[in-house]
């Protein structure tokens, strides 16, 4: 069969590189774009060759060229509202992360969802990259022992630094759009904890097999004259121990040009061993007790249906097969209540039990 896809809302920059992944495959088409600003799917058209009858500025519109698949790019504080504008529909809906702005929009999407039977995916593009999965297999084989703690720093230079297909963007353009973006409004769910720490929560849930943590304990850093942070440290402490997860705009560099240091990705502690695994490397490190020297594994090389996020979801809603964790919507809601409880503690100053 040929999958039907639509792409709705394009605040979210990924909204180019997930309709190049469809544009790709071999058995899917994009039947329709739509966003309130034309200009905003310039560069989708013409990317993607998408004609005039295929173009809509309204949601209705679009839903009408019954798409297999929708997926959601708005601004984090719109996805709830966008998933029941999208729902009543019936179609599967994939939103690019994060998964909400607050736990209780992450209820309202999983209702919305269950009420009309669409399937849910959340997006965490760290969870297709090699090391990061290759960790994941690594850990299920007990490589290392049970997992004691995950350690996770991440970020990036700025969320306007760059576009679709990491195209870069000059410091004087970041400069003059920095004002007006919704990536630096608090009202529309911006800054680094809600951008990245969801990556961190949701993988490190992952890889304890679920388990949330009992508290969390959060501070944040933002420049003068900002409402939002770009830095901010999590600790989540576990009845197996402590975990902590830091979240960065104004890292030294891009981790997909060059790592900056710290590196970005995960250190994980287990009662056997140590792996790191960062962002784009071709190979996870490893200290076991059997091999005490770090010594580096090559990483798992993708294998279809599995190599991109729309391949997989694809795959997954027409066979009625699993999510890989990250994007099960079980696994992404403890996440969310990690960062909603990291977010309140850091405006309370102190240390928060887990919010339900």
Request: charged share 20%; hydrophobic share 40%; with cysteine.
């Amino acid at each position: 069969m040929t999958y039907r896809v639509a792409g709705i809302n394009f605040d979210h920059m990924h909204m180019g590189d997930l309709l190049r992944e469809v544009h790709d495959h071999p058995d899917a088409e994009i039947v329709g774009i739509c966003d309130e600003d034309p200009s905003r799917m310039e560069a989708a058209i013409g990317n993607f060759a998408i004609p005039p009858e295929r173009v809509f500025t309204s949601v209705e519109a679009c839903m009408a060229t019954e798409p297999d698949l929708v997926i959601l790019c708005p601004a984090t504080a719109d996805h709830a509202r966008y998933v029941e504008l999208v729902a009543p529909f019936g179609r599967n809906i994939f939103v690019e992360k994060p998964f909400a702005a607050t736990l209780a929009d992450a209820d309202r999407m999983i209702a919305a969802c269950a009420a009309s039977g669409a399937r849910l995916a959340i997006n965490w593009p760290l969870a297709w990259y090699p090391p990061h999965v290759t960790t994941k297999r690594l850990l299920d084989e007990g490589l290392i022992g049970e997992v004691c703690e995950v350690h996770f720093y991440d970020g990036n230079r700025g969320p306007l630094y760059h576009l679709a297909d990491k195209v870069e963007v000059s410091a004087e353009e970041v400069a003059r759009q920095k004002p007006t973006s919704w990536w630096y409004k608090a009202a529309s769910g911006g800054g680094s904890l809600l951008d990245y720490l969801g990556y961190g929560a949701t993988l490190a849930t992952w890889y304890m097999d679920g388990e949330a943590p009992l508290d969390v304990t959060a501070t944040t850093w933002a420049a003068p004259g900002l409402e939002v942070d770009e830095h901010s440290i999590s600790v989540l402490r576990y009845a197996r121990g402590m975990s902590k997860l830091e979240t960065r705009w104004g890292t030294f560099s891009d981790p997909w040009t060059r790592q900056p240091q710290p590196k970005c990705g995960f250190v994980i502690v287990g009662s056997h061993g140590t792996l790191s695994s960062y962002d784009f490397e071709d190979h996870v490190t490893v200290q076991t007790e059997a091999e005490p020297d770090a010594h580096p594994i090559p990483v798992d090389v993708a294998e279809a249906p599995d190599r991109h996020p729309i391949e997989h979801v694809l795959h997954a809603f027409a066979t009625g097969g699993a999510l890989r964790g990250p994007l099960d919507p079980a696994i992404a809601r403890i996440g969310q209540q990690i960062v909603d409880t990291a977010f309140a503690s850091a405006k309370a100053g102190k240390t928060l039990p887990l919010m339900e």
